[in-house]
């Protein structure tokens, strides 16, 4: 079966994080510009979000220009998912069990089989806690 894989940020993550990292990835980087989108949101509840994205080495922070980045470990997931799809063998129960031609993968072990296949020879291990992949069906055409 042809698939392709996609991601997302586990649920270890409360909802400023997953907010701020969709933000990043939509092209919005500068710091005050996204504290000023999460208002609602204290700047300390703000802060502490940032430093978790930061700290499991999801985002990077430029102290001197102010602006949020994708790490290059994740930029790297990104390329590789939005590029290529892989040819696998899915048991027949598994296939049952997806909801719209995608399987979520939340599994640690299978997740870090994922991004060493995504990325092999590169030691990204660390993020199989922190993502979340899902396998989606491609036919000939899509």
Known sequence: MKVKFD???SRRFGVVEITIFRLILNGLTNAR???NLLWVFSEEVIANSVRKLVNQQIVCADLNSRTLVLSEPVMAIIDTCKNNSFEIEIPENLIELMSDGCLIISEPK???AIINQLLPGIKLGFLSNLLDFSISERSEDN
């Open 110 to 112: 299978v997740k870090e």
């Open 33 to 35: 510009q996204i504290s």
């Open 7 to 9: 991601f997302t940020l």
